[in-house]
């Protein structure tokens, strides 16, 4: 425990999922919490966004460790207001050590033409340069920037798209990961000599709600009409070289405690697998 005793957090799409359980082991290990997360549904998202309640029940959880918790509810396509969210936090806080770039979507409904993939840009890239971005002025030396890329992103295009034009959200998706990914290794080396540390983490498939919903579950199953969990739960499998349909969000969070503690202080500009050997089952051995 303590691993990152008396840090502050700043972690966007903390109201339930991976940002949740984020900002609950980082509290657990010593943190204060800025938690965000918008907290309202998208037309092009086939599944529920968290609700108001949710981001309260983060922070019901957070101080449940002995931690305290600023929660606002705010819009990462919107950088003015993450900004004024993050003066809010350090003026509670006094500031800020960490930054958790988790707020993402997986929006794979068609209609209107390509609304799903301007909101996947908005949402996965842009928001998650937003939320870096604005932390940056207020981030000192031994700070850590973390963002959530996906196993999509290491994938083979054709297969991490599907069939170009058929679904704009998905393979904006795999583009937006792609892109992240990019941007976080050219930021970490130009934060290098701040002695600022940025990474990415590259998820598989994980047990949340966007994994387990009917828009994924069709995703993986093609062939039915109205595919059930049951019916997808073995086709997940095909994404990693381990026996498992998925991760929990916690084996996720031990990456990020990592990643934002002393005991990486001299990690940056990785991108970090918890793929369950997903990597594997595409490419063969590089340096």
């Not at 957090?9 to 657990?28: D, E, N």
């Not at 997360?37 to 998208?42: G, S």
């Not at 599944?47 to 029940?57: C, G, I, Q, V």
């Not at 039915?224 to 969990?229: D, H, M, Q, S």
Request: hydrophobic fraction near 40%; proline fraction near 7%; charged fraction near 20%.
């Amino acid at each position: 425990m303590g691993r990152v005793q008396g840090k502050v957090a700043f972690i966007t799409g903390a109201a339930r999922g991976q940002g949740r359980s984020h900002a609950v082991r980082l509290a657990q290990e010593g943190a204060d919490i800025i938690a965000v997360d918008r907290c309202q549904d998208y037309e092009t998202v086939g599944y529920p966004m968290a609700s108001p309640d949710d981001l309260k029940e983060t922070a019901r959880l957070i101080e449940e460790q002995g931690r305290r918790c600023v929660p606002v509810q705010a819009d990462v396509r919107d950088a003015a207001r993450l900004s004024d969210a993050l003066e809010q936090g350090i003026a509670e806080l006094g500031k800020v050590d960490v930054v958790v770039a988790q707020a993402g979507i997986a929006p794979l409904r068609g209609e209107p033409p390509m609304q799903a993939w301007i909101d996947v840009v908005n949402v996965n890239l842009i928001g998650t340069i937003n939320a870096i971005q604005v932390a940056i002025p207020h981030l000192t030396e031994g700070a850590s920037i973390i963002a959530t890329g996906s196993a999509a992103a290491l994938m083979p295009q054709g297969m991490a798209q599907g069939e170009p034009g058929n679904n704009p959200g998905g393979t904006g998706y795999a583009y937006t990961k792609r892109a992240l990914a990019e941007y976080v290794h050219e930021l970490a080396t130009n934060l290098a000599p701040r002695g600022i540390r940025a990474n990415v983490v590259h998820p598989t498939n994980c047990n949340t709600p966007m994994l387990q919903s009917e828009p994924m579950y069709r995703s993986f199953r093609p062939d039915l009409e109205n595919p059930t969990r049951a019916d997808a739960e073995p086709a997940f499998y095909v994404q990693q070289a381990m026996k498992v349909p998925y991760v929990e969000p916690e084996e996720i969070s031990k990456a990020v405690v990592f990643l934002a503690s002393d005991e990486a202080g001299f990690v940056t500009g990785m991108q970090m697998r918890v793929d369950a050997g997903g990597y594997l089952r595409w490419h063969g051995y590089r340096v």
